[in-house]
């Protein structure tokens, strides 16, 4: 499959993050699942993992899926309070479009592109970074629409949400 590498519509959509199955990341070759946190796993104000999350994050790891969080926020106690919880490394301040976390991420855990995938909830960051990153793109639905202005910023996504081929 040729990835497209400046593109804002994601490769693969799905309702929830706890849609994407072992057997379709296992159809992908996916090893490596790198995770958007916030409105992804969690949403902004929750402050652990509810049990759908934690019990989906267990099957794809048992799986042999490696994770790893990518997060562009600033709140170094949340992102390492999750990551504990879940027993995997992160990246914070991403900078998301940017590709070079992906890929810092990619190096540091000693896989390649080919077997790896960005899940996150927001078109014009994780999509757009899994696509310049050369990894498979996947958006789901935010968990809660809280802030006002991201409310506004997915309306603006859902023409690139409706390009997407392959819907789950």
Not at 20 to 33: A, P, W, Y
Not at 97 to 107: F, G, H, I
Not at 140 to 145: A, H
Request: charged residues 20%; hydrophobic residues 45%; proline residues 4%.
């Amino acid at each position: 499959m040729i990835k497209p590498r400046f593109s804002l519509v994601p490769q693969y959509t799905f309702r929830s993050i706890t849609d994407v199955t072992t057997g379709f990341l296992e159809q992908l070759g996916i090893k490596f699942l790198m995770l958007d946190l916030d409105n992804t796993i969690a949403a902004y104000n929750e402050h652990v993992l509810i049990d759908d999350i934690f019990s989906w994050i267990e099957g794809i790891r048992n799986s042999g899926v490696e994770l790893f969080l990518i997060s562009n926020t600033t709140r170094l106690k949340r992102v390492q309070a999750f990551a504990e919880s879940i027993g995997v490394d992160y990246i914070m301040q991403s900078y998301k479009p940017s590709p070079v976390s992906l890929q810092r991420a990619m190096k540091i855990k000693g896989h390649n592109s080919g077997e790896s995938a960005l899940a996150g909830d927001q078109v014009f960051t994780d999509a757009l970074a899994a696509n310049r990153a050369g990894v498979v793109s996947i958006i789901v639905r935010p968990r809660r629409f809280t802030n006002p202005f991201l409310a506004l910023r997915y309306c603006f996504e859902v023409p690139f949400r409706a390009m997407c081929k392959n819907k789950y």
